[in-house]
């Protein structure tokens, strides 16, 4: 894939720009911002930007995916998220459906959207990592040069992601990297106040998990996110 850049400075959300004018960009658009005045994260939550040291960008892809794959995508770009820390000597892992953690704490999140317009599937996938450190950084967050000790420019790490997207895109090889690195494998999450055992990641983006009358549960990313007992303050 052949992705065209583009960068504002401030925008409100790069992933409303693009699913509301995805008629006007050119397929394959990568649209990055240093700031987001009502940056999206997944379940209505809000990303804050931290005074740019967030990579903060979002992929325009129409008719790239075709809809039963697009619940895949999550490890795609965890996947590619996850090499591009190992570059860095950093290593990362995968929390179901759409984060990336490194010492328990965040430094990437993905919000993937999708819309159906007649026969065209338009996918934006959004994505924010923590790059650059700020001095109001909270609790549950952590940036790439907090750990290596050096601020990182952001346009490296973006052209590393889309080297790495490249490579990963929709293949065995992402699942099998966020199956590998799945950090809430056999622990206990509570969901709407019940407990379960969190089990393998599926291939097709779902998630098994374990009630406790041992009856296992399908789930999928849009439905929920996880909250381990011992970080439900981080959520
Ligand atoms: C999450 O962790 O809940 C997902 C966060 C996704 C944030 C990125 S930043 C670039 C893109 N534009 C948005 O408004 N959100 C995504």
């Known amino acids: 894939m052949i992705f065209l850049k583009k960068h504002v400075n401030i925008i409100g959300s790069t992933n409303v720009e693009l699913m509301k004018n ?30 740019s040291g967030n990579l903060m960008f979002s992929i325009l892809l129409k008719n790239v995916v075709n809809f039963e794959d697009i619940s895949k995508l999550n490890y795609t ?31 990437s999140g993905v919000l993937i959207e999708s819309k159906v317009i007649g026969d065209e599937v338009v996918v934006v996938i959004g994505q924010g990592i923590n790059v650059n450190s700020a001095s109001d950084n909270s609790d549950g967050y952590i940036y790439m040069s907090d750990i ?5 420019p952001k346009e490296d790490v973006l052209d590393d992601f889309i080297y790495m997207f490249n490579k990963y895109f929709l293949s065995y090889g992402a699942y099998k990297l966020c199956s590998a690195k799945h950090c ?38 849009n439905e929920l996110s996880l909250s381990r007992q011992e970080f439900l303050e981080d959520e």
Request: glycine share 8%; net charge neutral.
């Open 22 to 51: 995805y008629d006007i960009y050119n397929n394959y658009t990568i649209l990055s911002a240093n700031h987001q005045t009502q940056g999206k994260g997944r379940l209505d939550r809000k990303w804050v930007d931290n005074k």
């Open 148 to 152: 290596i000790g050096k601020n990182i």
């Open 184 to 221: 809430y494998y056999g622990k206990s999450v509570e969901i709407n106040g019940n407990m379960y055992t969190v089990l393998e990641l599926q291939e097709d983006g779902s998630i098994i998990l374990k009630d406790s009358n041992s009856i296992e549960n399908i789930y999928f990313g």
């Open 77 to 107: 770009v965890c996947a590619s998220i996850i090499s591009v820390l190992e570059k860095f000597n950093i290593i990362g892992e995968f929390k179901w459906p759409n984060d990336v953690l490194v010492k328990n704490k965040k430094i």
